[in-house]
């Protein structure tokens, strides 16, 4: 019988934290994690969406149902991936995005009651086609996307964000009578210093999951007050899959096709994003083929998914946020996390459990998490090559320039819609001055030496 060989060079290669398989007691509280954070934005857009057409509490919770079960397939679908067709297979959470909701909302407003939601599923399926058409050429373009370039992009991920765990930390709905009121601001403070608590006073597995810890003790610290709401939980049906076009066939506009073609490409370039930072945080490098096989599952997501009732579909900034903060890279972990919000579509019973956190809870622990992403990209910069007075520069206007929308959110508005659009979004606007500055910099003429290496084409 042949004895096992014990040279060293015949040793398995360790598995990388990515492809790591976490047990059951590890793995489940951090997919709680991801839902909890990415829950609030999953349900942002149907729940905004359905109101501005009408539809009823029942249309409503079908809406959100189908936005759940479309971000878990999804979801799966980049974290587990087809062989070299689709997914980036990074712990990757794909969801409806708040960033289609404007152009969304101005074609329900320009379209006949009844044929609304039709003219966006329309439109939406469309960009779908057009992000798998040029997925593959955006994906080519990554040699313009250096170090310095992403840690711009990666930076203005977590400060643009800002304004939005903000808001919740002062209730979510400002037009509530109790927006910005005291007990809300005292609520997510409280969770806040729970999840630095956590933080600063253990180890090990406890202490990467001190932004579940925070947001279940701030959720049961807001029950005796009143401000943790049951409402959802009574109403909500016990089992409600999607059916196939239950709101109309698809309308094909022009109009509207073109204004959500134009949003699937601040998408495609928040997403790119989204996947190289992502790919800073694991210390596996995003390539071109990684990016091209993430934009294809974002264009399948869009295409697919008004079948069922969901909206245009991209990265989850909140998610970049948790692997960031508690260093848990397992794509498994996020695999769980999109099927459990697989179930949570099918039963929306459970999908009102999760809701019960309330929005200034979510909001101490937002804090943490954009300024997390923020911090991701901080530490890129300073590995890019700021000795340099040309990247600095650099860096300078890019901030400056994705900071605009942020200090000003009416700057724009006298510029044509397709530039809002583009401009509009911290993000984009950011990542288009930085790309056009490292090519006036780093590509246009020559230079005697170079701070921006291109990333790998596979």
């Given at each position: 019988m042949a004895q096992p060989s014990h040279d060293p060079h015949h040793l398995p290669s360790p598995v990388h934290p990515v492809d790591e398989k976490p047990a059951a007691k590890r793995l489940v509280p951090a997919a709680l994690q991801h839902?909890?954070?990415?829950?609030?934005?999953?349900?942002?857009?149907?729940?905004?969406?359905?109101?501005?057409?009408?539809?009823?509490?029942?249309?409503?919770?079908?809406?959100?149902?189908?936005?759940?079960?479309?971000?878990?397939?999804?979801?799966?679908?980049q974290t587990l991936g087809i062989r070299r067709f689709a997914g980036n297979r990074l712990p990757f959470v794909n969801a409806a995005s708040s960033a289609g909701i404007t152009p969304m909302l101005a074609i329900a407003e320009t379209t006949a009651k009844g044929h609304q939601l039709p003219a966006i599923y329309g439109a939406v399926m469309v960009a779908g086609v057009f992000c798998l058409a040029i997925g593959p050429f955006f994906g080519r373009l990554l040699r313009y996307f250096p170090p310095l370039?992403?840690?711009?992009?990666?930076?203005?991920?977590?400060?643009?964000?800002?304004?939005?765990?903000?808001?919740?930390?002062?209730?979510?709905?400002?037009?509530?009578?109790?927006?910005?009121?005291?007990?809300?601001?005292?609520?997510?403070?409280?969770?806040l210093v729970v999840i630095l608590l956590v933080q600063r006073f253990t180890q090990g597995f406890v202490k990467q999951i001190a932004l579940l810890i925070g947001l279940v003790v701030g959720t049961v610290a807001a029950i005796p007050f009143g401000m943790a709401s049951f409402d959802g939980l009574?109403?909500?049906?016990?089992a409600a899959l999607p059916t196939p076009f239950s709101f109309g066939a698809p309308e094909f506009q022009p109009a509207a096709?073109?204004?959500?073609?134009?949003?699937?490409?601040?998408?495609?370039?928040?997403?790119?994003?989204?996947?190289?930072?992502?790919?800073?945080?694991?210390?596996?490098?995003?390539?071109?083929?990684?990016?091209?096989?993430g934009l294809r599952t974002d264009g399948l997501a869009t295409l697919l998914g008004p079948v069922f009732g969901g909206f245009p579909t991209s990265a989850f900034a909140q998610n970049v946020g948790v692997v960031s903060?508690?260093?848990?890279?397992?794509?498994?972990?996020?695999?769980?996390?999109?099927?459990?919000?697989?179930?949570?579509?099918a039963f929306p019973v459970l999908g009102a459990v999760v809701s019960l956190v309330p929005m200034p809870v979510l909001g101490g622990a937002g804090i943490v998490l954009f300024g997390s992403i923020a911090v991701s990209g901080?530490?890129?910069?300073?590995?890019?090559?700021?000795?340099d007075s040309s990247n600095i520069i650099l860096v300078a206007v890019s901030l400056g320039a994705g900071i605009i929308p942020l200090a000003a959110p009416t700057f724009y508005a006298d510029f044509p819609a397709w530039a809002q659009t583009v401009l509009g979004s911290g993000i984009s606007a950011g990542a288009l001055a930085a790309v056009l500055l490292n090519l006036f910099f780093h590509h246009l003429g020559t230079r005697s030496h170079s701070t921006v290496p291109a990333l790998k084409s596979s």
């Open positions: 839902i909890a954070a990415m829950y609030a934005g999953v349900v942002t857009p149907p729940l905004i969406i359905g109101q501005a057409v009408g539809l009823d509490a029942a249309g409503r919770t079908r809406l959100i149902a189908a936005g759940l079960l479309v971000a878990g397939l999804a979801t799966l679908l370039v992403t840690g711009v992009v990666i930076t203005l991920i977590g400060v643009t964000l800002m304004p939005v765990p903000v808001g919740w930390a002062q209730g979510g709905d400002e037009h509530a009578a109790d927006f910005g009121a005291m007990p809300n601001l005292a609520l997510a403070a409280f969770t009574r109403s909500a049906p016990v096709i073109l204004s959500l073609c134009l949003v699937m490409l601040v998408l495609m370039t928040e997403s790119s994003a989204g996947m190289l930072a992502l790919g800073e945080i694991c210390d596996r490098p995003t390539t071109s083929a990684t990016i091209t096989r903060l508690t260093r848990v890279r397992s794509r498994y972990v996020v695999a769980l996390a999109g099927g459990t919000l697989l179930v949570l579509g901080i530490r890129t910069l300073a590995e890019a090559g700021l000795d």
